[in-house]
């Protein structure tokens, strides 16, 4: 079934260590996105690629960098982890096929220690 | 800028209808989505309004008025596997040409309960 991956469901980390979250996409969609989100909260959007063009948010730290080598992969990287960091990962893909509808994987949950 | 609001939490019983509301206000406006979001696990799409009215798909169903800047998505005949977050999400054409970006409101928290 064509969807959206990612790995690992559960990433555990150390304050300051970078970590590297990976989304796998079998939609051949050429958006994809990088959401945030913490517990009770909306899903925020951190960045985005447009088939390569990125695209980052204004209120995105620096701290947060993604890479998309090609159409079906996209990582986010996390320099330096702090506490505040702990939260759901959500990757999305979308086309204009589908009138933008955003397809979600399964997400990260990120610990920090 | 954007502004969603949605109710925190409602409870329902099984068997009934709810009905969840969600206004807002954005700079321009491309459409409005409702997702479903279980405790820990990632949005799933439910419903796509861009014109004004009532699109029905089963037991939910969700309403569009661009002019009041309001939608609601109501869910019959409750069942207990409803107990989620509703997510409203209205598209921004403010975004690069043809990424048409999401901005989610906080969600509503339904339980429904016996």
């Known amino acids: 079934d064509a969807m959206v991956i990612q790995n690992p469901r559960y990433q555990v980390t150390q304050f300051g260590k970078p970590v590297t979250l990976s989304c796998s996409q079998t939609?051949?969609?050429?958006?994809m996105y990088w959401y945030q989100q913490k517990s009770s909260q909306a899903p925020k959007l951190l960045f985005h690629?447009?088939?390569?063009?990125?695209?980052n948010e204004a209120d995105t730290p620096d701290n947060f960098q993604s890479r998309r080598p090609n159409t079906s992969f996209c990582f986010l990287d996390i320099r330096s982890p702090g506490l505040g960091d702990a939260a759901m990962y959500l990757c999305?893909?979308?086309?204009?096929?589908?009138?933008?509808?955003?397809?979600f994987g399964p997400g990260t949950r990120l610990t920090v220690t | 800028g954007q502004n969603i609001d949605q109710p925190t939490e409602m409870t329902a019983t099984e068997g009934a209808i709810v009905q969840i509301n969600c206004t807002y206000q954005?700079?321009?406006?491309?459409?409005l989505f409702w997702y479903q979001q279980h405790a820990g696990e990632a949005p799933t799409f439910l419903s796509y309004?861009?014109?004004?009215g009532l699109e029905e798909k089963g037991r939910f169903s969700s309403f569009l008025s661009r002019s009041k800047g309001y939608s609601y998505l109501l869910l019959k005949e409750l069942q207990m596997k409803d107990s989620a977050s509703y997510l409203c999400?209205?598209?921004?054409?403010?975004?690069?040409?043809?990424?048409?970006?999401?901005?989610f409101g906080t969600g509503t928290r339904l339980t429904v309960i016996p």
């Open positions: 309004n861009v014109l004004d």
């Open positions: 999400a209205v598209r921004d054409p403010e975004g690069p040409a043809g990424a048409n970006n999401l901005f």
């Open positions: 939609l051949n969609h050429n958006v």
């Open positions: 999305a893909t979308s086309s204009e096929g589908t009138n933008y509808e955003q397809y």
């Open positions: 690629y447009y088939d390569k063009d990125f695209n």
């Open positions: 954005t700079s321009g406006f491309n459409g």
